[in-house]
């Protein structure tokens, strides 16, 4: 979150909601509920509304730090019992160590921060694509004593990110996260809302069988107060409600993985997709405008031009199950460089681009490439080989409710917002159906593909996900199904392909 407020020289000042600071001082455990004398610190406690809460609960050792002093004032006036600092977080030197940290930390890019705070992040992080948050998560799991709990509300993007690794690393080499209330992108400050996650860590090695409770949001349109109370009685009754999804998974125990908030979904018998598959990132331009030809252009182009016209397939054509419509482009190979050359080969579509030339000399381009080159010609060679095979495409980050891988076996190549995958060693038809299901999009997103309201299809998750060894007839069941859709342009039997998948789950059909 970006600087937003009056109160200047302030990294992030955002108030916290009254019933989610609530929420999160009764999460405090039992073991500290009871001891009111808890040493507990607030680390960036803004105009104290955690503070307050932490009052009401009859807590007598609260502390707060404030880096601004504006805010740090208005605490000191409103809680003169309580020990306050005017103090930087990240370059605070104390000897103290506390039962309780809890907080709702900046959240702000390493990038959009200032020089000073940069160092200070990094000094921390070590890290330069990190968050300001991952330095108060690493500082405060340092502050806590063994046993100790971090409360905080945080983004959700370090369970994902591959450079919040070392929180991850942190986290689990100090202890458990015990609970996680995972708020997705439900407005909860002004500004900016990135999805939130409310965690509580434990710093204790985790007994063998120690678990992670997971309350994840099903209803968004809820208020704070609803939140407050059925995340409580999700808590207490250890099962889901109108506005919580509750389970409990193994603690997370790997920081190279991708940390995710769904229920892990077993698949007793399975090949991986890259053993099944090839998987390929798409072509691209760099400069969409300049390499885009209308119908009417490509008519007016001469013979060795038409020979320069090739067949994308974007996102938008992929209509889950099958291809809808493509995109023209022209692309003068990477071995003309002479412009020249280019301009006596190809006089219309020289023409077109000139007018464009200097937006296309300052796109990024490697070494070796001329203005009038393609930005990157990603797996060019394979695509070409593979133009005459079945290919299923997917858009790279998909706002869509339903999975839209789509077949093609026309000679098309993907444009970089597409993944493509060609089956090598599995049928085509009951690739493009599993890959269609519900069943497979919840096991992808507990795989870790959701972004928001998105989800993302990678090739480092695709190649890593394990698709079932199902018996023959269920493969050929899955296969028929999906052939049916895929000619017949109608999606009504999709749920038909989580039937049998369903079945097949029960009854155990697997090789
Ligand atoms: C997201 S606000 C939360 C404020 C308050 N805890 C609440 O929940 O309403 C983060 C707070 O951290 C403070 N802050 C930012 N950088 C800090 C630092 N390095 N040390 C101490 N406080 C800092 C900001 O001034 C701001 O008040």
Redesign the pocket.
């Given at each position: 979150?970006k600087e937003e407020n009056s109160?200047t020289g302030?990294?992030?000042?955002?108030?916290?909601p009254s019933d989610i600071?609530q929420l999160m001082v009764d999460l405090v455990s039992l073991n500290f509920k009871k001891k009111k004398d808890a040493v507990i610190l607030?680390?960036?406690?803004?105009?104290?509304?955690?503070l307050k809460e932490l009052q009401k609960k009859n807590f007598t050792k609260v502390e707060g730090?404030?880096?601004?002093q504006a805010?740090y004032k208005i605490c000191k006036g409103e809680f003169p019992n309580l020990k306050i600092y005017n103090?930087?977080?990240?370059?605070?030197d104390t000897k103290k160590r506390y039962d309780i940290i809890i907080?709702?930390?900046?959240?702000a890019h390493y990038n959009a921060l200032p020089s000073e705070?940069k160092e200070?992040v990094f000094e921390i992080v070590k890290n330069k694509e990190s968050d300001?948050y991952y330095a108060?998560m690493l500082k405060s799991i340092d502050l806590l004593r063994e046993g100790g709990e971090l409360i905080y509300?945080v983004p959700y993007s370090f369970f994902y990110n591959t450079f919040a690794k070392t929180v991850r690393e942190k986290i689990i080499s100090n202890g458990y996260l015990d609970l996680v209330i995972d708020l997705d992108e439900i407005r909860l400050?002004k500004g900016e809302n990135p999805e939130t996650i409310i965690l509580k860590f434990v710093k204790k090695k985790p007994k063998e069988e120690e678990k992670t409770a997971i309350l994840r949001i099903k209803n968004k349109n809820v208020s704070t107060e609803i939140i407050l109370r059925d995340a409580i009685e999700s808590i207490n009754k250890e099962e889901s409600n109108d506005t919580f999804q509750y389970h409990k998974k193994a603690v997370f125990s790997s920081s190279d993985e991708i940390w995710t908030t769904y229920p892990l979904i077993e698949i007793p018998s399975y090949n991986y997709l890259k053993d099944l598959a090839w998987i390929g990132v798409g072509l691209v331009t760099g400069y969409e405008k300049g390499f885009i030809l209308a119908e009417k252009e490509i008519r007016k182009l001469n013979v060795n031009e038409k020979k320069a016209v090739i067949k994308l397939i974007k996102a938008t054509h992929c209509k889950g199950f099958w291809i809808e419509g493509e995109t023209s482009y022209f692309l003068i190979e990477d071995k003309f460089q002479d412009e020249e050359e280019i301009k006596k080969l190809f006089p219309n579509l020289y023409e077109k681009i000139l007018p464009y030339k200097q937006e296309m000399i300052e796109r990024y381009l490697p070494n070796n490439k001329k203005w009038f080159h393609w930005q990157a010609l990603r797996n060019i060679k394979k695509h070409t080989n593979y133009s005459s095979s079945p290919k299923i495409y997917v858009p790279n980050l998909d706002r869509s409710k339903v999975n839209r891988f789509s077949l093609s076996e026309e000679s098309i190549f993907p444009s970089g917002d597409v993944l493509t995958i060609v089956p090598q060693k599995a049928d085509p038809y009951f690739l493009l159906g599993y890959l269609n299901s519900n069943f497979f999009r919840e096991y992808y997103l507990s795989a870790g593909a959701r972004r928001g309201h998105r989800i993302t299809f990678t090739q480092r998750i695709l190649a890593n996900i394990k698709i079932p060894r199902f018996e023959k007839e269920v493969v050929q069941k899955i296969a028929s199904i999906t052939k049916k859709i895929f000619l017949e342009k109608q999606k009504d039997q999709l749920s038909k392909i989580d039937e049998v998948i369903q079945q097949a789950f029960q009854n155990g059909n697997f090789e």
């Open positions: 979150m109160i302030t990294i992030s000042f955002i108030e916290t600071a607030d680390s960036g406690c803004g105009k104290g509304i955690f730090i404030e880096l601004n805010l103090n930087n977080y990240l370059t605070w907080g709702n930390p900046p959240y705070v200070q300001i108060f509300i400050f």
